[in-house]
């Protein structure tokens, strides 16, 4: 059976910890495993912009032995010059795998059902998965390993309906964390995500929860990270999301009430002085560089993960 990694409860408890055990050997040995050596292509589709997740993806197939063929949104229109179904079957008889970075989550699931080879979300407007699986391996790096993940409290602050604050709940409640959300009002998770997510938490021993201010979110927690107010598409809102946002900004007096030892994750890229300050961004419970290269490591686990299984 193809498995596919469309959003973050597509692995279970148990795969998500091999595949985060994988990005922790890759880590050490960049080299440790080539499943697409030959090489096999796997087309990486951008239909927004990109910086990080096209180097990391790029990279990452390049390491385990395989040919990144990107492909310019722009210029394929997937679904407007021809159908994502029928671009599904022509790259599933092509190549190894499909990473694509695209809006809407329905796309990403036609191409899975019509391809026939595994397809990798890469960012939509609903989830991030593999951003989570970085930050997982962040912290597991951090806090001595995968096995240690679970218990720990992860505080996410500022914009609860985007696809950052979705894949935390789910990403997280995978892993037996307890993930809170704080969020102004009209910035709430999608209600359905939430429900999936606090399902699964009652599964792993973890916990879901959305709260309406920064402290409530933050004090003791264990790990705290946020993303910027205003997500791509959305520049448009950037005056009137600012006045919500400004109470949930992770400065130094906001890192004070979580643990003294609490770890600040960011997927960048991040806009100093709006979501976060510098002081923070690179004070020293700051994790948000090893966080950037385990985009690389952590993909390229999936990947392999994912090609071994199908």
């Known amino acids: 059976m193809t498995r596919h990694f469309l959003r973050d409860d597509d692995l279970t408890p148990a795969e ?4 985060l055990e994988l990005a922790l050997a890759f880590r050490d040995d960049r080299y440790v495993r080539r499943p697409l050596a030959g090489p096999r292509a796997v087309a990486v589709i951008f239909d927004k912009p990109t910086l990080r997740t096209q180097v990391s993806f790029t990279a990452g ?24 179904a029928d ?4 790259l599933g008889r092509q190549v190894a795998a499909v990473v694509w970075r695209t809006y809407a ?24 998965p593999c951003q989570i699986l970085a930050d997982l391996a962040t912290v597991a790096l951090h806090r001595g390993g995968v096995g240690r993940l679970a218990g720990q409290t992860l505080a996410y602050v500022g914009d609860g309906a985007n696809n950052m604050a979705h894949s935390y709940l789910l990403g997280g409640a995978t892993a037996g964390l307890h993930v809170r959300v704080g ?21 792993t021993g973890g916990s879901v929860t959305v709260v309406g201010s ?3 979110a933050v004090t003791g927690a264990d790990v705290v990270a946020t993303d910027t107010w205003v997500s791509m598409g ?3 809102e950037a005056t009137e999301r600012e006045t919500p946002f400004v109470p949930f900004r992770v400065d130094a007096a906001a890192l004070a009430l979580a643990a003294p030892d609490a770890l600040v994750l960011h997927c960048l890229p991040a806009y100093r002085g709006k979501e976060i300050t510098s002081d923070v961004l690179d004070g020293p419970q700051s994790v948000v560089w090893d966080e950037a290269e ?17």
């Open 183 to 203: 969020s102004p009002d009209g910035y709430r998770p999608d209600p359905r995500v939430l429900a999936d997510a606090a399902a699964v938490a009652e599964r």
């Open 234 to 236: 959305q520049e448009g």
């Open 105 to 128: 989550q329905e796309r990403l699931e036609e191409m899975a059902q019509f391809g026939g080879v595994p397809v990798v979300n890469a960012l939509t407007d609903l989830f991030h």
């Open 61 to 84: 197939i390049a390491e385990l032995g395989g040919y990144p063929l990107l492909v310019e949104g722009s210029l394929a229109q997937i679904g407007v010059r021809e159908s994502v």
């Open 16 to 19: 998500q910890r091999e595949v």
């Open 294 to 310: 385990f985009r690389l490591h952590a993909q390229k686990a999936l990947l392999t993960w994912l090609l071994e299984r199908s």
């Open 87 to 90: 671009t599904a079957r022509v």
């Open 214 to 216: 920064l402290a409530e």
